[in-house]
T-cell receptor
């Protein structure tokens, strides 16, 4: 079945450092790929997404590129802020349109940014 | 802007008790789903619904029942609580806008402990 593998956390960075959170996936078809973020005490929020190979999703300074050849969707940000401290989840949906209700999530990576 | 509302926020049950987790959305979303979040496991889909009167099982449906009598509400029922159901439960909803436009809106979660 489908699966998503994220780098183990927690990740601790100093403010303004460069961030990479690795995500690789296993799927039989051509999935849509997502990054969701969960701030402390809240539900998840969609951060960015990409629906086909070589697409780049971006939002709030975060970027991720859909790499079909390496089955990866790594999350990057050039300069993190304390407010970026959260848990980040990579996810996929194999069924077209079912990213609305049938997502497979990774285990999450906790990011802490210190001043 | 209420969005997705979950109640209660916290609940403690004894083994064998039953209860219903409530979820309501005011965005007229067709799709609704329930996830559980466990440490080191990410989010796993329990049940989902693509419209009133239509429900289906996700990855981990055992021990849970759902129904969808209205567009707004999607309650999750635990029939006989077990310690293995100790978790944080998230309800989510979304538009049925098809491929390329998927975005889940999450509630703030219910933290359930079964003793």
């Amino acid at each position: 079945g489908d699966s998503v593998t994220q780098m183990e956390g927690p990740v601790t960075l100093s403010e303004e450092a460069f961030l990479t959170i690795n995500c690789t996936y296993t799927a039989t078809g051509y999935p849509s790929l997502f990054w969701y973020v969960q701030y402390p005490g809240e539900g998840l929020q969609l951060l960015l997404k990409a629906t086909k190979a070589d697409d780049k999703g971006s939002n709030k300074g975060f970027e991720a590129t859909y790499r079909k050849e390496t089955t990866s969707f790594h999350l990057e940000k050039g300069s993190v802020q304390v407010s970026d401290s959260a848990v980040y989840f990579c996810a996929l949906s194999e069924v077209p349109g079912a990213g609305s209700y049938q997502l497979t999530f990774g285990k999450g990576t906790k990011l802490s940014v210190i001043p | 802007n209420a969005g997705v509302t979950q109640t209660p926020k916290f609940q403690v049950l004894k083994t064998g008790q039953s209860m219903t987790l409530q979820c309501a959305q005011d965005m007229n979303h067709e799709y609704m789903s329930w996830y559980r979040q466990d440490p080191g496991m990410g989010l796993r889909l329990i049940h989902y619904s693509v419209g009133a009167g239509i429900t289906d099982q996700g990855e981990v449906p055992n021990g849970y029942n759902v129904s969808r009598s209205t567009t707004e509400d999607f309650p999750l029922r635990l029939l006989s609580a077990a310690p293995s159901q100790t978790s944080v439960y998230f309800c989510a909803s979304s538009y049925s806008s098809g491929e390329g436009n998927e975005k889940l809106f999450f509630g703030s979660g219910t933290q359930l402990s079964v003793l």
